[in-house]
DNA sequence: CGCCTGGATGGCACGTTGTGCCAATAAGGC
DNA sequence: GCCTTATTGGCACAACGTGCCATCCAGGCG
């Protein structure tokens, strides 16, 4: 019943992904303001009435490749195992989907740059962390089987998820590299550290987790650049 | 030179209000979706194109009203007594900026309820919170004047910013009054104290913030709901 | 009084956005 | 090979948002 999509779909998310990479190159070459939708429609290869079956909004053309790493670090978070505290868990997968693997990633992390510089997709910008807000909030839910108040985990996941947007609006905004001081996996254990901090939430579901400053993912780093 | 706006300014602002007002009640009547913008126009007696010299999309029409509380809350915050612990000053101000003053307020509450409801406005909902953070970013800033890291006066703005957004939007989905357990000002205060529970900001500022579980605005409030 | 300058307004044309509808076509299961 | 289903393209159309110009109105000046 959970089996893989079915191809179709599969397909379809394929043809999602390219339009989104043709849209990526066009936006952060000329603007997304100067850029019409049949222009990257054409680029494609596809029909403009086409286009608008796969995006409703012009701008959300490059949604998948903003929320790919979003959707990563709630994967992997789901993915981590019980026992870790909630807090470690959620910083280690943030700073694990913040860091680059290939080259692939690399160049992702620059396109990315270039979009959230552009304020004409500050709105799929945010669509997107709203949506990765959303699907944070159910995998805590699951962690938190018995009556966790839902408010404390709709905190959770609203300061989890802020972390991660200022840590790359912070990036993009900077000349940093990818890696190193600055970088966005630097930022976003810091930012993930401050805001969670103080969240009830954790006691709960993880009485083991130590009140000292402990070892966490983002010590394997570089010294941060402050 | 910081003297009152001339004179053709506040007629600006006066007409912008009143367009505010006219596009507030077609949305929450029928649906941003189902409102043209020559609708609001006629509806407030100017033309299409003056319209879209007042708002540069259909939308923001309502900005004005979702802004207002936000501007007022970091009005009060500048003013607030600079003795005042930061954190406590912040939660202060939140929570009396979402007390409805007068029937106006309470009205203005149940418009808001109604544009947050509406998932066409998602867009301006967030501009709204957006300009308010960077407004909140230059307060802080100006309460801690040395060389405090730039990065925490963002993520104590990003905080406080999210927690009233959480606040208004649990309050807009639910059923809840306008005061009392479950309105703005409980959950705001709530949010508010959970979300800026760990911030490093505040020790730097104020000493003598207490660590203990202390006296603050919202315990004035009616027990909350949960 | 007439003149003139600057800002707000309205009307119009225009390119673009996004959608409903229908016919053509390709894909996938039997 | 057939049949069902989904995807695609073309077309028309309402709405969006902007550039341009003509008009109007207030207020300062000779």
């Known amino acids: 019943m959970t089996g893989r999509p079915t191809l179709t779909q599969r397909r379809r998310d394929a043809t999602r992904l390219e339009i ?29 009435r086409t286009f608008y079956r796969y995006f409703s909004v012009k701008e959300d053309a490059v949604a998948p490749l903003l929320a790919a790493g979003g959707q990563r670090w709630v994967d ?7 026992e870790l505290p909630l807090r470690e868990a959620l910083e280690r997968s943030a700073v694990e989907s913040l860091t680059p693997a290939d080259d692939g990633a690399v160049e992702a992390m620059h396109w990315t740059r270039s979009l959230l510089r552009d304020p004409r997709l500050d709105g799929t910008w945010q669509r997107v962390h709203s949506a990765s807000e959303e699907r944070l909030r159910s995998v805590l839910a699951d962690r938190c089987p ?4 839902p408010l404390e985990i709709r905190l959770a996941a609203a300061a989890a998820t802020a972390a991660i947007r200022v840590a790359l609006e912070q990036w993009a905004a900077s000349e940093a590299p990818v890696t190193g001081p600055g970088s966005p996996q630097d930022l976003g254990a810091r930012c993930m550290r401050e805001l969670t901090a103080g969240l009830r939430l954790w006691g709960r579901t993880a009485e083991a987790w130590p009140h000292g400053r402990s070892r966490t993912a983002a010590d394997q780093l570089p010294p941060s650049s402050r």
Do not use: K, M, N, V
């Not at 990479?21 to 029909?47: D, M, V, W, Y």
């Not at 018995?146 to 108040?149: C, F, I, P, S, T």
């Open 20 to 48: 989104a990479r043709t849209a990526a190159a066009l936006f952060a070459e000329q603007g997304a303001e100067a850029t019409t939708a049949e222009e990257i429609a054409a680029a494609a290869g596809i029909s403009l």
């Open 76 to 82: 992997l978070l789901a993915e981590s195992p019980a």
């Open 146 to 149: 018995e009556g966790a108040d």
